[in-house]
């Protein structure tokens, strides 16, 4: 029985959770600072970094507890080392470091991005463990980062396309502020878009045909220029206009992973990454998608440190530990099959 420790602070939340062979969550604790940052509209990285610190070591003991497990019964501890805030970075890679010399356990540095992706291997809902059958495509949509990948094996990333602007996330959270909702603001939008109509005010879709690169920044302006509309004339419709956000940006990512899918002869569809908890987004993979479709509960597909003890598993398996001289990496991009992934 192989059991992993995984610990999770690239951001704004502290995660540790205990997973077994890769899919089984013994336990899964994730302490959230959102409420602490949405005064400021984002994460403020100091703070993010000192709420860390607090509150780490409760996190992790909690996260054995649940699982009622020991240091003894662990077979490694996985720490996610980028890409995130570095000072936030550095709270859980120091937290891990210490206690795997402690514990005298093995450590394994995870990519956040990987970690995402494994979210699809963790079973959920009752559901039994089922292995995914490659090639696939991997559709990662975070606060950060949209990037669309062709997996052949485990750990196997050729990069198909990314964004040239602005990430999924970061088109869902600029526009809603614009539209003065709050942060983060992807639920924002989803919970404001019930009952809107996403037809009324048709945004545009940056379709950049003949590659699989995204572009979201026009999406923003045309939120930008639709908002100044209603200005001073009449009451701005939230609801319409949220809903047409999350059908354009739906839309798009949608219709380039079909197209890879098809392409490359994938077997299976995965999402991965905080916009993968949107609804609509959700429903329009599962309507128009030419093969199977796997995406994660929504409360997996968000920051936690479950799909960091999964995406562990597989480096264990290969013998792939870290050493004391493992950093942090802020910029860290997905390993790909050609090399770094274009910045
Ligand atoms: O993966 P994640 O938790 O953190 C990063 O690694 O970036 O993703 C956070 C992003 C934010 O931009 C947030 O607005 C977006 O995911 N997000 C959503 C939803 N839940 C979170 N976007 C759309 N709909 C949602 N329900
Ligand atoms: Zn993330």
Known sequence: MTLILGIETSCDETAAAVVQEGGKILSNVVASQVEIHAQYGGVFPEMASREHVLKIIPVVAEALQTANVTWCDLAAIAVTHGPGLAGSLLVGVNAAKALAFANDLPLIGINHLEGHIYANWLQTNGAPLAEKEFPLIALL??????????????????????????????AFDKTARLLGLGYPGGPAIQKAAEGGNPDLHKLPRAWLRGTYDFSFSGLKTAVLHLTASFEGKRRLPVAD???????????????????????????????????????????????????????????????????????????????????????VLPNLKLPTRHGQAPA
């Open 141 to 170: 949509v975070s606060g950060g980062h949209s990037e669309l990948v062709l997996m052949r094996g485990h750990g196997d990333y050729e990069l198909l396309g990314h964004t040239l602007d602005d990430a999924a996330g970061e």
């Open 241 to 327: 206009i949220a809903a047409s956000i999350q059908m354009a940006v739906a839309d798009v990512l949608t219709e380039k992973t079909k197209q890879a899918a098809g392409q490359f002869g994938a077997r299976q569809i995965i999402l991965a990454g905080g916009v993968s908890a949107n609804a609509q987004l959700r429903q329009t993979m599962h309507e128009r998608a030419p093969v199977p479709v796997h995406i994660p509960p929504p409360k997996f597909c968000i920051d936690n440190a479950a799909m960091i003890a999964a995406a562990a598993h597989p480096h264990l398996a290969r013998g792939e530990l870290s050493g004391w001289n493992l950093d």
